[in-house]
């Protein structure tokens, strides 16, 4: 029977069929057949003689169920399996192809090899489908904001300490820039933005989350109530003096770009690091530099705007990135400071200093922007108590009536001598 010819026929083939049978059937025109199949009416002659000849199986293409004449061989697919298993196991479809012509010398799709471990059972999950928000415009020029944060993860696996990564993306192009530190700090901060503006310049604007690094929660003390002011953290104070607005991010979501690129790192990043057999943060600092430029190469965009925001940074920025603190000043003209003691060594006349801690480590005394020759104090001499000797101590025994004893024993009332 001619149903026995139909094997596997689609929606799509099964109307082709329909309609052409029905123009066998003189049930409507050629014209009108070639109208419903968008197709020529040579294309439905040819149709209609095949149908009577062939049956439904004539809509069915030729090639239907059999490997494609541009197919890869099997041996290939299961060489490029076989080291998906071994090296790359937990890649992404799209960097594992990278690594096998970079490392391995296959060149194979994308798709295709996304298919082959799919099939096999080696493909990740999808992602999950993200809530909606709403879409930001990027800033019109390089330099014009900058998010940064920092993220805390797994960077060289089991084979080394853990650490963090402080991470830099421009709004409006994508560029990135970042160090890797033992942990997220004032000083990391600091030495980060530091090294991004000796490099690019500072921009106008950075984008950043409610970290107690970059936000100050503490309490106002009187002096800055008095003056009207708030109270800043050491990057707070730093920026101001730098002259770069500070845009807090109500949720990670608002950061969406730093948030995606450290997805994108710590996909791409670790495998980079594990390939390397880096495994400490000094190499993996140097083997940025390198990393950084080909990945900006690749995933940065071109901005609206053709101006570069950055402003040089200026030649004492050492003395606005730094932790500055205030000290009082001793009668013997000496200060405090981390557990240590310190001499000021000129002729003053006023109570409180500045001390600035850089990042070089080194320590300047400052008054009115002004350094202050010290020296430090390497002992502190406390005295001791004289021990007393030759003397019993007999402790003070007071009266019955003494007002410490409160009370009298057995009664309610206070005792009164008469």
Aim: overall charge positive; hydrophobic content about 30%; glycine content about 6%.
């Amino acid at each position: 029977m001619e149903d026995r010819d139909i094997i596997m026929i689609n929606s799509k083939e099964l109307k082709k069929f329909h309609i052409v049978k029905m123009y066998l059937e003189k049930k409507i025109k050629q014209k009108e057949a070639a109208d419903l199949l968008s197709l020529s009416t040579r294309q439905v002659r040819r149709i209609a003689s095949r149908i009577e000849s062939e049956g439904s199986r004539a809509v069915v293409h030729r090639l239907k169920g059999k490997p494609s004449n541009r197919s890869r061989p099997q041996a290939l697919k299961e060489k490029v399996l076989s080291l998906y298993r071994s090296k790359y196991h937990d890649f992404g479809p799209t960097l594992a192809r990278e690594k096998l012509f970079q490392i391995d010398g296959i060149r194979i799709g994308r798709e295709t090899l996304r298919n082959w471990l799919t099939s096999s059972g080696l493909a990740r999950k999808k992602r999950k489908p993200r809530p909606h928000r709403m879409y930001r415009e990027r800033k019109n020029n390089f330099g014009q904001m900058v998010q940064i944060d920092g993220s805390d993860h797994n960077w060289f696996e089991d084979r080394g300490p853990g650490c963090i990564f402080m991470g830099y993306i421009d709004d409006a192009t994508n560029m990135v820039y970042g160090r890797f530190y033992t942990h997220e700090g004032t000083i990391p901060a600091m030495d980060s933005f530091s090294r991004y503006a000796v490099r690019y310049g500072l921009p106008v604007s950075i984008y950043i989350d409610r970290h107690t690094t970059y936000r100050s929660t503490a309490r106002p003390t009187i002096e800055e109530e008095l003056s009207g002011s708030s109270s800043q953290s050491q990057f707070q104070r730093a920026m101001n003096e730098l002259g770069v607005e500070i845009i807090y991010a109500n949720s990670p979501q608002a950061k969406g770009r730093i948030e995606r690129l450290f997805g994108t790192l710590q996909d791409r990043l670790v495998k980079e690091l594990r390939l390397a057999e880096i495994d400490n943060i000094k190499d993996a600092n140097e083997f940025l530099k390198e990393y950084l430029p080909i990945h900006n190469k690749r995933f940065s965009l071109p901005a609206s705007g053709s101006a570069d925001m950055h402003r040089k940074p200026p030649h004492d920025i050492g003395s606005m990135l730094c932790i500055k603190e205030k000290r009082t000043l001793r009668n013997d003209n000496t200060i405090s400071y981390n557990s240590s003691y310190y001499q000021i060594l000129d002729d003053i006349y006023f109570k409180k200093v500045d001390v600035e801690k850089h990042l070089d480590g080194n320590i300047y005394i400052k008054y009115n922007g002004k350094s202050l020759k010290y020296s430090k104090i390497e002992k502190i001499f406390k005295k001791e108590k004289a021990e007393i000797k030759g003397k019993i101590r007999v402790p003070f025994k007071p009266k019955p009536y003494h007002p410490w004893r409160g009370k009298m024993r057995g009664r309610g009332v206070l005792a009164t001598r008469i």
